[in-house]
């Protein structure tokens, strides 16, 4: 669904429609600023303004810091930590510069988006988005004041199921714009959930509550991360589903 103002097209994804993948979804903005997010997220009466303000400066895209809601499930809390624990430390005014940030909770330029998926006819990712957006000169950043707040999300196999495609989507473009080779992919494989949980581990042990709940929600996370890699070395074996090379986002 969309809801458009004179500043920004908010799009949210939706367990329906005619792709279960929400980047497609994200292709359809309009405004001059798009800020994205999720039925699965719950965000402050600031979000908006703290996300524009930084475009205002200068900015590509911005996002704010991730929380869990309340009353969310151990199966929630896997999937927070699988795909957002980079993101839970609140910085104390514009982080400028970092390598990503989580783009179903962010605001970013209009045009830059557009000149994207016009290159491209599979959506977008923001992970091949981000890549062409630093070699173009362009500039992520984590503010503060727009905190987003994970709650409950899709039933876990339904989740299984997404963290296989968007697997699968990241082999085939990563041996097709050669970023790793198939047998890398391949070989990685087995080890893949167990660098992610190591990874994550290291983010949260410092905090009792994030750690604890890691800790409960480990076994989940560990098969949602076996999902995303076994989708990866089968997109790297099977070439698809993977678009065409984009062209690099102009500056």
């Known amino acids: 669904m969309s809801v458009q103002s004179d500043r920004a097209l908010v799009l949210a994804r939706h367990p329906y429609g005619e792709s279960s993948l929400v980047v497609h979804l994200w292709t359809r903005s309009t405004g001059r600023v798009v800020?994205?997010?999720?039925?699965?997220?719950?965000?402050?009466?600031?979000?908006?303004e703290s996300l524009t303000a930084a475009l205002e400066e200068g900015e590509t895209g911005a996002a704010g810091r991730m929380d869990l809601a309340k009353e969310t499930s151990v199966t929630d809390w896997a999937v927070f930590y699988l795909r957002y624990s980079e993101f839970l430390h609140e910085p104390e005014r514009i982080e400028s510069g970092v390598p990503g940030i989580p783009a179903d909770n962010a605001a970013y330029?209009?045009?830059?988006?557009?000149?994207?998926?016009?290159?491209?006819?599979?959506?977008?990712?923001?992970?091949?988005?981000h890549r062409q957006l630093h070699a173009a000169s362009g500039s992520l950043a984590i503010v503060s004041g727009a905190t987003a707040s994970y709650g409950r999300s899709f039933p876990f196999l339904t989740i299984a199921a997404h963290r296989y495609q968007h697997g699968r989507h990241s082999g085939a473009w990563r041996v097709s714009r050669k970023v790793r080779s198939v047998p890398a992919v391949v070989a990685a494989f087995p080890l893949v959930?167990?660098?992610?949980?190591?990874?994550?581990?290291?983010?949260?042990?410092?905090?009792?509550?994030?750690?604890?709940?890691?800790?409960?929600a480990l076994p989940?996370?560990?098969?949602?991360?076996?999902?995303?890699?076994?989708?990866?070395?089968?997109?790297?074996?099977?070439?698809?589903?993977?678009?065409?090379?984009?062209?690099?986002?102009?500056?």
């Not at 557009?114 to 990712?125: C, H, K, L, N, S």
């Not at 098969?223 to 500056?251: K, N, Q």
């Open 220 to 251: 989940l996370f560990l098969v949602l991360a076996f999902m995303w890699a076994f989708g990866e070395a089968v997109g790297a074996l099977s070439g698809s589903p993977v678009s065409r090379r984009p062209s690099p986002v102009p500056a």
């Open 109 to 129: 330029d209009g045009e830059a988006i557009r000149r994207f998926v016009m290159a491209t006819d599979d959506g977008f990712w923001e992970v091949e988005f």
């Open 35 to 48: 800020v994205l997010t999720t039925g699965h997220f719950v965000v402050g009466p600031t979000w908006v």
């Open 193 to 216: 959930p167990f660098a992610l949980a190591a990874r994550t581990w290291r983010r949260v042990r410092s905090t009792p509550v994030h750690r604890s709940r890691f800790l409960r």
